[in-house]
Structure formats: structure tokens, C-alpha cells
């Protein structure tokens, strides 16, 4: 988990609401990446970002917006248009190969 | 487009025996292959990877994989299991003509019991 922080570890959304994940990476990498794991399906891509002021949807973007503003910050923003938004979110950033990943945040809707 | 198979849900070893966690994977130029590990409610950990070079690779924690391209597989293995190896293991595969991307396997729960 060195090097890449998430907040808040735990997130409870009611319904209609929209929260914003953090993430924030000292690793002076350029790529960062979010995704969703549900049990039992392994990890989704939701957006990814190549370089700061750019980035590009996943697989699973429906319901979910992000901004690159700085090259330290990728923040994930889960919309009231997200019908089942209750997951463990990962976020990860990388270098020349492997990706680097955070200790995750796990959102409940009530 | 590239995909990855972990064709086992759960493998289980008792400890002292040799592992092998098995992944095959598709994709349409060379690949870049990763496994990764999970402990519960945590984040993935990089173990090792397969860049280009000898086709066995050496990890962290004594794993190792051993690239295949005949049959397009990356199968991770240890040869003395440990019970805290006990953990949830990904295979990814990675393709620089798609941006970088990484896709993963559905994971593989490795079991060790003492």
C-alpha cells in the first residue's frame, strides 16, 4: 500500500446522495487508475487517467465521474445515477509496469 | 483485446507442499503479465512479473512464475506452501497497444492449512 493513500477507509451513502473517494499517490507516476471489486468478479476498470487534465472511461464508467487536476490527485465521484453502488474501490497508479495499488475504501448505501 | 483466465476459484495445499495457481491469458501482441496478491480488505500487492527475458520469473515472498507462450500461460507456483501464503491471488495482463491498460482475472483463493 506504500505510497498511495485513500480516505476514508469506510463510506456509508444514503440514496440519491453523491460522495467523492480520495486518492492521492506520492509515487510521481503519471497513470493513475480506479476500479470496483464485488465478490467472486474480480476488478472492474471505472476511469484511468494517462496524464494530468486527461482521462479516459473504463469499463464500468456509467455513474461515475473523476478529475485530474494535479498529478498527485485522482478523486472518484460515485453519482446518485449509480443504481448499486455498494463495492470495495481500489485506486492504483503506475510507472513503466506494474501498478501500485491503495488500501481500498468499501462504500455502503443505507 | 485482451482477457485472462484463473480457471480455479479455490486451490488448496497443505503446508510444506509445492503451489501452483494456474492463468492463461489472450491478448494480440506481446504480453505483460502480473500477479498480484489480496489479503482480506486490503489493497492488491505486486509479486512479480514477466516482462520479456527467461521465461521464469522470480517474485517476492519465494514465488515465481514461469511464462509459457505455446500456451499462452503464466502460472504462479512456490515450491514449500506457507499458511500466511493463505490469500487471494490475481493474474493481469497488460497490453501497451491499449493504453496500458490491465485486465484482470476473477482471482484464486489459495488456502493452506497447517
Known amino acids: 500500500d506504500g505510497g498511495i493513500t485513500q480516505s476514508p477507509k469506510y463510506l456509508f451513502r444514503k440514496e440519491g446522495q453523491n460522495v467523492t473517494l480520495s486518492c492521492e499517490q506520492n509515487l ?35 455513474g461515475y465521474s473523476v478529475s485530474r487536476e494535479k498529478k498527485e490527485s485522482f ?3 460515485v453519482t446518485s445515477a449509480q443504481k448499486n453502488p455498494t463495492a470495495f474501490y481500489l485506486c492504483a497508479s503506475s510507472g513503466s509496469h506494474e501498478q501500485f495499488f491503495g488500501p481500498g475504501t468499501r462504500l455502503t448505501v443505507l | 483485446a ?18 501452483t495457481v494456474k492463468c492463461t491469458y489472450s491478448v494480440s501482441g506481446n504480453p505483460y503479465l502480473f500477479w498480484y496478491v489480496q489479503y482480506p480488505n486490503r489493497g ?18 519465494g514465488f515465481e512464475a514461469e511464462f509459457n507462450k505455446s500456451q499462452t500461460s503464466f502460472h504462479l507456483k512456490k515450491p514449500s506452501a506457507l499458511v500466511s501464503d ?28 497447517p
Open chain 2, 2 to 19: 485482451q482477457s485472462v483466465a484463473q480457471p480455479e476459484d479455490q486451490v488448496n495445499v497443505a503446508e510444506g507442499n509445492p503451489l
Open chain 1, 28 to 62: 510521481n507516476h503519471d497513470a493513475m487508475y480506479w476500479y470496483r471489486q464485488d465478490p467472486g468478479q474480480g476488478l472492474r476498470l471505472i476511469y484511468y487517467s494517462q496524464i494530468v487534465n486527461d482521462f479516459q472511461k473504463g469499463d464500468i464508467a456509467e
Open chain 2, 86 to 113: 493463505s490469500a487471494l491471488y490475481f493474474c493481469a495482463v497488460r497490453d501497451w497497444t491499449n493504453a496500458g491498460k490491465s485486465t484482470f482475472g476473477d482471482g484464486t483463493t489459495l488456502t493452506v492449512k
Open chain 2, 44 to 61: 492488491l500487492q505486486f509479486l512479480l512479473k514477466y516482462i520479456t527475458g527467461d521465461n521464469l520469473v522470480k517474485g517476492s515472498y
Open chain 1, 75 to 77: 478523486p472518484l465521484t
